[in-house]
């Protein structure tokens, strides 16, 4: 269980503590899984019922603990990151990195009593008989990461690192090393990790120089990997180029190398630094040198890259759960300032100006929710069989990943302005999640790679886009309630996007479109998803009020604008005042304002 960590820091704010002066609460003490009806929808609409009643409980518990001790945890560990320490004080060399407190409590957390982890693996975990689907883990990873987004990284790489090797290892590397990978118990628990970088190939991976060379049943690697976190992890998986292989990805194996050998003396490498970040402070990314480091392949030795790619596209998608989680907190964030602030005798809300921004805010937040729950049920139905599902998968993942990261740098932003000049100061959250947003258009790929990935490859290469616009197409002609003039309107903006992307794909000198291709792959989507939505939670509970973000983002998204044009008051403002509202709205109230 969490213990009250944060008794080591400053005296938290709150909205009580607040109230003497001028300067508007934070979101300290709120339970982020209540306040989220949204997230709340969504699971029920895709998730069985049995299921969603299991983990609501768990959901609820881990909302509080994120809007308080661990909040707290992420704002120390923040503040007082990882330290590298080469010898020990009797001067023996021994390198370990040294850690707050506050992220020994973010660990236990993660790991030890929600198993975040572990969910996909290992059954049991928080009591379910069996493993959990991608939609049910993320739910964890979306809240978990809404206070601390640092230690997102070493949950996903210790989750792919077993992923990885329970699809290619064999049978003996299994035994030796998985269940540590999965384990929730924490004095047997081994993270995982993943050293892909070098200085000579970062995106271009088939430059790398890492090399190994066979000596009995294990290889020795020597080389040098540029950017590798969660640095001192105790099973890393990375990619060397076996003695005598071929140039490029094709002569690129992948292996498991552990932190320490069978007789635990420190394996053949060392951590030559940590990176000084920008942001993730609190996790420890480092530069390795190989020196001969025992490591064991894992799969075909020309497969390498393939299953590191597999890897990748997996890790996109928590990459962008983690973008949505960020995008919500800032919105937490933006909301209660708003709700709260009083200036010139008006809470802030209330501005008509104010109002706009918060809904510029509340619409990509959302998009993210919904796409990335959208793609997570995609892999799951891939995990199951479906060949469709897994061409979907293929152009959701890095459309996901490309848009939602690109839009957390926005909403983080925007949240720290609506905050004004105290959001700018390190006390407050709103800084840090700026700083961390900007990770996720780095991590697994930057977007420009992302981008020529989704039309050069999923799309040109794989015809991924045809999955797309046939499940986009089967979910209009599914939606209850939704008017046939506004279900034909997401049709032909689908017809269009799809085209739009294939036209881009087909033309190596159309490359520098990837970019608004990939965006308008993800706002038609969005727009189609938003109405499905609609319709679903309209029948559980009365409110349709997401067909509304399907009319902004085709308004704002996907219409031309004139840039002289003074837009006729009320369209808009009545659609805010609906959404901003407490009180669901039904078909009756919201399908008027899709003409408005």
Not at 308 to 313: D, F, I, K, L, S
Request: charged share 25%.
């Amino acid at each position: 269980m969490i213990a009250a960590a944060a008794t080591t820091g400053a005296p938290a704010a709150t909205a009580s503590t607040s109230a003497f002066g001028l300067i508007a609460p934070d979101t300290t003490g709120q339970n982020f899984y209540r306040l989220d009806t949204a997230l709340q929808d969504l699971l029920r609409v895709h998730l069985p019922d049995n299921l969603f009643r299991h983990i609501a409980p768990h959901l609820d518990r881990l909302g509080g603990l994120v809007g308080g001790p661990l909040d707290e945890c992420a704002r120390l560990a923040d503040r007082h990151g990882p330290v590298l320490h080469h010898r020990d004080r009797f001067g023996n060399d021994r390198q370990w990195i040294e850690y707050h407190p506050a992220y020994r409590e973010l660990e236990r957390a993660a790991y030890g009593e929600f198993g975040i982890h572990a969910m996909s693996h290992r059954k049991g975990i928080l009591g379910w008989g069996e493993t959990y689907p991608a939609v049910a883990k993320h739910a964890f990873t979306f809240l978990f990461n809404q206070a601390e987004f640092g230690m997102g990284c070493p949950i996903n790489v210790t989750d792919g690192a077993a992923r990885l090797l329970s699809r290619f290892g064999d049978e003996a590397l299994k035994a030796k090393y998985l269940d540590g990978l999965t384990q929730t118990d924490m004095d047997k628990l081994t993270q995982g990790g993943q050293f892909m970088t070098e200085k000579e190939g970062g995106s271009d991976v088939g430059k790398l120089t890492t090399t190994a060379v066979q000596e009995g049943d294990h290889w020795r690697l020597h080389g040098e990997k540029w950017f590798c976190s969660n640095a001192d992890a105790e099973v890393v998986m990375l990619l060397a180029r076996p003695q005598g292989a071929v140039g490029g990805t094709r002569g690129v194996g992948l292996f498991l190398m552990p932190r320490r050998l069978d007789d635990g003396s420190p394996n053949h490498y060392r951590i030559v630094r940590l990176k000084d970040k920008l942001g993730t402070r609190s996790m420890a990314s480092g530069e390795i040198k190989l020196e001969g480091a025992v490591a064991y392949a894992v799969g075909r030795l020309d497969r390498g890259f393939v299953q590191m790619a597999e890897m990748v596209n997996w890790s996109r998608l928590s990459n962008g759960v983690k973008s949505a989680a960020l995008m919500r907190r800032a919105h937490h964030d933006a909301n209660t300032v708003a709700t709260n602030r009083v200036v010139f005798g008006r809470r802030i809300i209330d501005m008509p100006l104010a109002r706009r921004q918060l809904m510029k805010i509340m619409l990509a937040t959302e998009q993210a929710i919904s796409m990335s729950f959208i793609t997570a049920d995609a892999l799951d139905r891939a995990e199951a069989g479906s060949q469709d599902a897994a061409a979907l998968l293929r152009v959701l993942t890095p459309t996901l990943k490309y848009r939602a990261t690109r839009d957390a740098r926005k909403v983080c932003g925007d949240a720290l302005e609506m905050r004004g000049g105290i959001g700018y100061v390190e006390e407050f959250a709103t800084s840090r999640l700026l700083r961390d947003a900007h990770l996720g258009s780095i991590w697994e790929g930057t977007g420009n790679i992302v981008a020529l990935d989704t039309l050069t490859r999923a799309v040109g290469r794989h015809g991924a886009e045809a999955a797309l616009g046939a499940d986009l197409h089967a979910r209009i002609d599914d939606m209850p309630g939704v008017p046939q003039d506004w279900r034909d309107r997401l049709r032909g903006l689908t017809d269009k996007a799809i085209g739009f992307a294939r036209d881009v794909a087909a033309r190596s000198e159309n490359e520098a479109e990837a970019r608004r291709a990939t965006s308008t792959l993800y706002h038609v989507a969005s727009a189609v998803v938003f109405a499905w939505e609609a319709g679903r939670i309209h029948a559980m509970r009365g409110d349709a009020r997401r067909l509304l973000l399907s009319k902004l983002v085709v308004d704002h998204r996907l219409s031309p604008q004139d840039p002289f044009a003074v837009l006729a008051p009320g369209g808009d403002d009545a659609l805010a005042g609906l959404w901003l509202r407490p009180e669901p709205a039904g078909m009756a109230e919201v399908v008027p304002l899709l003409t408005a």
